[in-house]
């Protein structure tokens, strides 16, 4: 048996506290390296093996959220009822940043013929759905839903300048 208890070369002293060099526990190595050997089984098992894999789970929530969310909102035609529920939706929402006259503000002008994304009214539906975060507008469209921001886009497109 080694010696215990005894300090070797390499230990020091700090506050009366010395630094010995024993041997861990036979009982503490043996949890060690079955702790090891289970992360290595539960790994291959839950990525790889598991019906609950990532990857598997990824799939399903993307399946959910795409059921929820679906990624084509169906653009309305601009007519007067679908227009004039636009404007009432554009009034509360959109006044602050595109102005009373559509002309902008914070947000650029909807009246000319110019769209950074686009004029038709699937480009205006899917900029009002989908936002533009990097300039500053926000995702509409799972505050507002399908039906209200068709007819945002409907308004904007039937008077502003879009194609």
């Given at each position: 048996?080694?010696?215990?208890?005894?300090?070797?070369?390499?230990?020091?002293?700090?506050?009366?506290?010395?630094?010995?060099?024993?041997?861990?526990?036979?009982?503490?190595?043996?949890?060690f390296?079955?702790?090891?050997?289970?992360?290595?089984?539960?790994?291959?098992?839950?990525?790889?093996?598991?019906?609950?894999?990532?990857?598997?789970?990824?799939?399903?929530?993307?399946?959910?959220?795409?059921?929820?969310?679906?990624?084509?909102?169906?653009?309305?035609?601009?007519?007067?009822?679908?227009?004039?529920?636009?404007k009432a939706i554009y009034d509360a929402n959109c006044v602050g940043c595109h102005g009373v006259d559509l002309h902008g503000g914070v947000g650029p002008s909807l009246t000319d013929t110019t769209w950074i994304h686009g004029g038709s009214i699937e480009n205006i539906t899917r900029v009002i759905t989908e936002g533009v975060p990097e300039k500053g507008m926000i995702t509409w469209g799972p505050i507002l839903g399908p039906e209200k921001v068709a007819q945002v886009a409907a308004f904007v497109h039937g008077s502003g300048g879009g194609q």
């Open positions: 048996m080694a010696e215990r208890d005894v300090p070797r070369g390499h230990s020091h002293e700090a506050d009366g506290i010395e630094e010995y060099d024993n041997p861990l526990p036979g009982w503490w190595l043996g949890i390296y079955v702790t090891i050997g289970f992360s290595v089984v539960y790994t291959v098992d839950y990525h790889f093996v598991s019906p609950r894999a990532q990857a598997a789970e990824y799939d399903a929530e993307m399946a959910d959220a795409e059921a929820k969310w679906p990624k084509k909102v169906a653009a309305a035609a601009p007519t007067d009822p679908t227009a004039a529920a636009g």
